[in-house]
């Protein structure tokens, strides 16, 4: 039986949480395919610190060398595309011939968002006066939390790392609780394709207890400058009367940030 761990910073690591889930295939619940502890809060924190300092280096490196990190993950993905298909069949209950092709559309993904990486243009614009170049180029975000299904576990995952990476920014991977061995599986090809340390972390937890006291609300300030703040907390105003409650506390934590 396999244990699977969480990946932050660059080393695996099985969570300090008492709580276990189990990996059950779902065509023969007498057959256990692994365990894993749920990531407790301040695992989840490190893996988003780790993501955040990770950042600058990376979104400094230019951004054909990150495509070819992509490129390397496609070509790791075709040669072990059997391997994780008969993973992702036995997991999640895809039929063999449906894993296999999910396993190329993530192949087609990854090798499209290689390819972009040297299409991460800007524009030149005439400028109204004289002797002033203007343009401008493209930046990417900062930490990226990625949240994943359990009805497409490699081919969504890989969609959302692939153009992450590639445009610059680092991640944070919470895939669905019912399919943590193919995510497992694909942050390591990306890892054996050379993603850098704290690029990419991976976090076997449940959605709502890892994004709560997340250290990026009191980043808000370094990510967002006060233009920003204002135009996210105008778009808060905006949402329906439900919504806007239960984003109450975040509103209030960028006004303070």
């Known amino acids: 039986m396999t244990i699977y761990r969480n ?56 951004a054909p060398t990150r495509g070819r ?19 992702l069949t036995r997991e999640e209950g895809k039929t063999i011939a449906e ?11 990854a090798e499209f968002c290689a390819g972009e990486s040297r299409r991460l243009n800007g524009e030149t614009i005439q400028s109204e006066l004289p002797a002033n170049f203007a343009y401008t180029i493209k930046q990417p975000h900062g930490v990226a939390a990625l949240i994943t299904p359990w009805n497409f576990p490699v081919a969504i995952p890989v969609w959302k790392i692939a153009p992450a990476l590639v445009a610059g920014n680092t991640i944070v991977l919470k895939p669905a609780e019912a399919t943590p061995a193919t995510a497992v599986r694909i942050v390591e090809i990306f890892e054996e394709a050379g993603v850098p ?61």
């Not at 329906?240 to 984003?247: E, I, L, Q, W």
């Open 7 to 62: 990946f932050i910073n660059g080393e695996w690591a099985e969570s300090s949480s008492d709580k276990t889930i189990q990996n059950i295939n779902p065509a023969n619940t007498r057959d256990v395919i692994g365990t894993f502890k749920l990531a407790t809060r301040d695992e989840a924190r490190k893996a988003v610190e780790a993501a955040y300092d990770a950042f600058r280096d990376w979104k400094n490196t230019p």
């Open 69 to 87: 990190i992509a490129a390397k993950a496609a070509r790791l993905l075709e040669d072990n595309k059997e391997d994780l298909a008969q993973i």
């Open 99 to 109: 894993s296999r092709g999910e396993l190329q559309r993530a192949i087609n993904v």
């Open 197 to 257: 340390k704290g690029v990419l972390n991976l976090i076997l937890a449940r959605a709502r207890k890892s994004a709560k006291k997340s250290p990026i609300t009191r980043r808000l300030k370094q990510f967002l400058s006060p233009a920003q703040r204002k135009s996210v907390l105008n778009y808060m105003n905006k949402l329906p009367g439900a919504v806007r409650k239960s984003n109450a506390k975040w509103a209030a934590k960028i006004r303070s940030s």
